[in-house]
């Protein structure tokens, strides 16, 4: 069974930085990335990890944001610096196969966690 389990959200004052964490259980994926949902938007994708490892970006994100990975423990990281209001969301942690991660399509991965808020205020 697949299990993603992210932690590491909270609030965070416009500027400051915050680090998420996906630990994963139950899987062979070799992509992983991660999503967010803010009240009355749609999900949208903000980073993710290729089969080689490298990163990909949204738009919105490249040079705040940083997706790694540490396969010995099984757990996808996102660093996120200079958070901005616009930034607060729920955040989701996706696997799956490579072909439905790296376009960050939010209706692709099969395999999702609960979620981690981040709220970021002025």
């Known amino acids: 069974q697949v299990q993603l389990v992210e932690s590491g959200g909270g609030s965070v004052q416009a500027g400051g930085s915050l680090r998420l964490a996906c630990r994963t259980s139950?899987?062979?994926?070799?992509?992983m990335a991660w999503f967010r949902e803010a009240p009355g938007k749609e999900r949208e994708g903000v980073g993710a990890t290729d089969i080689n490892g490298k990163p990909v970006y949204a738009n919105s994100v490249k040079g705040r944001f940083s997706v790694s990975k540490d396969n010995s423990k099984n757990t996808l990281f996102l660093q996120m610096h200079n958070l901005k209001p616009e930034d607060s969301a729920k955040y989701y942690c996706?696997?799956?196969?490579?072909?439905?991660?790296?376009?960050?399509?939010?209706?692709?991965?099969?395999?999702w966690g609960q979620g981690t808020q981040v709220i970021v205020s002025p």
């Open positions: 996706a696997a799956d196969i490579c072909s439905r991660i790296t376009s960050l399509d939010p209706t692709s991965p099969r395999y």
């Open positions: 139950g899987m062979r994926y070799n992509c």
